[in-house]
């Protein structure tokens, strides 16, 4: 089914999930209640619907993530979450607006408790949204965020279906009743699959790590084999994907990091992962030792070569974003594979280099032009410096770009502008894929 046709089904399915109830609530409409009442009615159960379709959406189905791309999956939810925003706020104000008795349900002391539990719900989802937009302002660590953002969530969603099931109306029939409990199981049902099966799962695929080795730029080469024999049958991944990993701890934790293959997708019996210290969980992994489990979720995402039919790759990467374009020249090589490659790589200095013994290794095919471009060269440094713009690539690339796709991966500001000199030098900006690191 061709990617299109999948959209126009998701939409088609969430804007059914999100207006069903007011269909059901057309059937006894209350006239009495009057048109603004019934609004803010309505603007409270769509935000409602749609906030269970949250927890889809970041509970990292494949059948909902794989056709669009985790980091287009994650932006939609963010999307939604102004939408829900909205909705949830509107929904007490055009009461508040319509009828200023309403206001008394603000009162905390007298209110009755389902008055009490929207206002919790509708604090929580301000909480949320403040912590998850200015993390780093709140200088909160992206695990400590994490389970704050799963607690708050669970707090929004409670306390909202309890307002809705306290308040009564528009569910008392059998109808409406069977939609809230079918919704309300539903909620549940993603709970336990995200935090009790998908685990049990990634149990049972469990990876060993074989060797730790020291990489240039501070990073580390984590070498990890199957553990199972579900492990080896569900090792497959195309080049330039990435999976969400856990070491060592159990298969429960909360939080698991991205990281990108850098390994031949050909040879799954053995995996690589280069990592760079960056904060608290990839600065211990230089404490992991072989033996440890590695659990693992993936593989995951768009960027990879095999998703286009091309004439040859422009691939640029700066720092570690090496690593998916690693995993792509690995891959060409052991296919056979004889279309050119461009490898446009930024560093600092040659200390720098990540995997640059095993880059030139896979620069002796003719075909495969690497170009190391470093911004604090040393002197002897013959090669490229300064940063990777459109003189750089026109130096390197032949006149006749059609039927090339570029590749983009590494720190943003490198991206911005390595995918703007991509399109300066004739690319066409459909054939520029790009992968930031910082999704979150
Ligand atoms: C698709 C993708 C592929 C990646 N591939 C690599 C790779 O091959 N090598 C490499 O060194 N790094 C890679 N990264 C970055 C790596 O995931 C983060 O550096 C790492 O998770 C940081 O965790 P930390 O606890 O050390 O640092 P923290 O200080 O906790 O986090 C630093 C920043 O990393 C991001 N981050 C942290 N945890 C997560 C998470 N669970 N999910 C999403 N983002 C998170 C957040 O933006 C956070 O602000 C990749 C990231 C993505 C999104």
Same mark, same amino acid.
Request: overall charge positive.
């Given at each position: 089914? &061709?990617?299109?046709? !999948?959209?126009?089904? @998701?939409?088609?399915?969430?804007?059914?999930?999100?207006?069903?109830?007011?269909?059901?609530?057309?059937?006894?409409? =209350?006239?009495?209640?009057?048109?603004?009442?019934? %609004?803010?009615?309505?603007?409270?159960?769509?935000?409602?619907?749609?906030?269970?379709?949250?927890?889809?959406?970041a509970? !990292?189905?494949? +059948?909902?993530?794989?056709?669009?791309?985790?980091?287009?999956?994650?932006?939609?939810?963010?999307?939604?979450?102004?939408?829900?925003?909205?909705?949830a706020?509107?929904?007490?104000?055009?009461?508040?607006?319509?009828?200023?008795?309403?206001?008394?349900?603000?009162?905390?002391?007298?209110?009755?408790?389902?008055?009490r539990?929207?206002?919790?719900s509708?604090?929580? %989802? %301000?909480?949320?949204?403040?912590?998850?937009?200015?993390?780093?302002?709140f200088?909160?660590?992206?695990?400590?965020?994490?389970?704050?953002?799963?607690?708050?969530?669970?707090?929004?969603?409670?306390?909202?279906?309890?307002?809705?099931?306290?308040?009564?109306?528009?569910?008392?029939?059998?109808?409406?009743?069977?939609?809230?409990?079918f919704?309300? $199981?539903?909620?549940?049902?993603?709970?336990? @699959?995200?935090?009790?099966v998908?685990?049990?799962?990634?149990? +049972?695929?469990?990876?060993? /790590?074989?060797? /730790?080795?020291?990489e240039?730029?501070?990073?580390? +080469?984590l070498?990890? !084999?199957?553990?199972?024999?579900?492990?080896?049958?569900?090792?497959?991944?195309?080049?330039?994907?990435? $999976?969400w990993?856990?070491?060592?701890? &159990?298969?429960?934790?909360?939080?698991?990091?991205?990281?990108?293959?850098a390994?031949?997708?050909?040879?799954?019996?053995?995996?690589?992962?280069?990592?760079?210290?960056?904060?608290?969980?990839?600065?211990a992994?230089?404490?992991? *030792?072989?033996?440890?489990?590695?659990?693992?979720?993936?593989?995951?995402?768009?960027?990879?070569?095999?998703?286009?039919?091309?004439k040859?790759?422009?691939?640029?990467?700066?720092?570690?974003?090496?690593?998916?374009m690693?995993?792509?020249?690995?891959?060409?090589? =052991?296919?056979?594979?004889?279309?050119?490659? @461009?490898l446009?790589y930024?560093a600092? =200095?040659?200390?720098?280099?990540?995997?640059?013994?095993?880059?030139?290794?896979?620069?002796? =095919?003719?075909?495969?032009? %690497?170009?190391?471009?470093? &911004?604090?060269?040393?002197?002897?440094?013959?090669?490229?410096?300064?940063?990777?713009?459109?003189?750089l690539? *026109?130096?390197?690339?032949p006149?006749?770009?059609?039927?090339?796709?570029?590749?983009?991966?590494?720190?943003?500001?490198?991206?911005?502008?390595?995918?703007?000199?991509?399109?300066?030098v004739?690319?066409?900006?459909?054939?520029?894929?790009?992968?930031?690191?910082?999704?979150?």
């Open positions: 089914m &061709s990617t299109r046709m !999948r959209l126009a089904g @998701w939409y088609t399915g969430l804007c059914g999930v999100a207006l069903a109830p007011l269909a059901l609530c057309l059937i006894n409409l =209350d006239p009495g209640r009057g048109f603004w009442v019934n %609004l803010s009615v309505a603007a409270g159960f769509v935000a409602l619907s749609l906030l269970g379709l949250q927890f889809l959406l509970a !990292r189905w494949p +059948r909902a993530t794989t056709p669009f791309g985790a980091d287009v999956v994650l932006q939609f939810h963010r999307q939604m979450t102004a939408l829900i925003v909205l909705l706020l509107g929904h007490p104000i055009v009461l508040f607006l319509w009828d200023s008795r309403f206001l008394h349900l603000l009162d905390l002391v007298d209110a009755p408790v389902r008055a539990l929207a206002v919790l509708i604090v929580a %989802l %301000l909480a949320l949204v403040v912590t998850s937009r200015w993390r780093r302002v200088r909160l660590s992206y695990s400590t965020w994490q389970a704050l953002h799963a607690g708050l969530a669970l707090i929004v969603v409670g306390a909202a279906l309890a307002h809705v099931l306290l308040i009564g109306y528009y569910v008392d029939q059998v109808w409406e009743k069977a939609l809230w409990v919704y309300t $199981a539903a909620f549940v049902w993603i709970g336990f @699959w995200v935090r009790v998908k685990p049990f799962q990634r149990h +049972r695929r469990r990876l060993t /790590v074989v060797a /730790v080795h020291e240039a730029g501070g990073s580390l +080469r070498e990890l !084999r199957p553990a199972t024999t579900a492990a080896r049958k569900a090792m497959t991944f195309s080049p330039g994907q990435f $999976a990993i856990m070491v060592g701890r &159990s298969p429960f934790a909360i939080t698991y990091h991205p990281f990108s293959y390994s031949s997708a050909l040879h799954t019996e053995r995996l690589t992962f280069i990592v760079r210290a960056f904060g608290s969980f990839t600065s992994l230089a404490d992991v *030792r072989p033996g440890e489990p590695v659990y693992i979720d993936g593989p995951w995402g768009h960027f990879s070569p095999d998703r286009v039919a091309a040859g790759w422009v691939l640029i990467a700066g720092g570690v974003g090496i690593t998916p690693l995993s792509i020249l690995l891959t060409r090589r =052991d296919r056979g594979d004889t279309r050119p490659a @461009w446009f930024g600092r =200095d040659q200390e720098s280099l990540i995997a640059w013994e095993q880059l030139r290794a896979l620069a002796d =095919d003719p075909a495969v032009t %690497l170009v190391p471009v470093l &911004s604090r060269a040393g002197e002897g440094w013959t090669g490229e410096r300064g940063r990777v713009d459109a003189g690539l *026109r130096r390197h690339l006149d006749d770009l059609t039927g090339l796709h570029a590749y983009v991966c590494g720190p943003p500001a490198m991206m911005d502008a390595s995918c703007e000199a991509a399109v300066d004739g690319l066409a900006e459909r054939s520029v894929h790009s992968e930031r690191f910082a999704m979150v």
